[in-house]
């Protein structure tokens, strides 16, 4: 069986691909952080290489022996915008620098295609950037926002649908792709199987067109068998939130450079999409499935 490196394995996405990953016949290494809990594997053998991505000599422990290397982990906020460049463009880098002739996979973000919007954006775009430099077979998928089990971010979301309403920015006609995890990890696994073109991709449901924030309300109002009212809320009050949120302890999601990105009006999926099957879950469908999922775990 051949074996694969993987980073990230901890995060929301990690536990999805290392999953996929074992379905699709691979042996797994991953690299976790020693402050950090396992995560929980299902039933799936993997190797343990303890360290991070500022760790040279883990790095090297990781990707020796490999036949591939899946790079999902980075940072999505951070207190100072040298902390994104430290993990997410300068880990990348280090990474791929030790793995130099064998297949690497980039998870990136949409967010690369817009760098002046944030700091996390441009490290993204940086951390493409380096991986775009190696001789090898390489690929970077940028996804649209993902949600599904496990998913702590969009919680709040689906709380506020729960109680009948949803707050979107206040910008008409913006346009968003959406991804369920599970297709993510899926189409990520698929894509190191098949014999991909090195370059950049995208990757979202395959609903055309993408959806509106009207268009989640509904799905979300759909899922908990009542009607979810949207509710616009201006750049500036939301600039405000974020102000606020600056002044408490640790790094915030919500911060002036993360509402640039919520105003962006176009964070559709372009050409050249990432081949592959077509997706298991539509927004209705996945919705409904994240939902039943937070309730089985207490969640909502």
Known sequence: M?????TGATGFVGPHLVAALARH????????????PLPSLAGVEAEIVWGDLSDEASLEALVTGADAVVHAAGLIKARRPIDFDRVNRD?????????PDMPFLLLSSLAAREPQLSSYAASKRAAEEEVARRSGRW??????AVYGPGDRETLAYFKMA??????????PGARLSLIHVEDLAEGLALALDRPVPSGMYEIDD????????ADMAAAAGEAFGRPVRTIRVGQGLMSGVAFLNSLRPGPQILTSEKVRELFHPDWTVHEPRLPGDPVRYGLQEGFRHTILWYRRHGWL
Request: aromatic share 8%; net charge positive; charged share 20%.
């Open 206 to 213: 395959g609903h055309l067109g993408a959806y509106g924030h």
């Open 139 to 144: 690929l970077a998928v940028r996804a649209p």
């Open 25 to 36: 016949g691979w042996k797994l290494r991953l690299l976790i952080r020693r402050w950090t």
């Open 2 to 6: 051949p074996k694969v490196a993987v």
């Open 91 to 99: 880990g990348t880098a280090r990474l791929s620098a030790l793995a």
């Open 162 to 171: 729960k109680n009948g309403f949803a707050l979107q920015p206040d910008r």
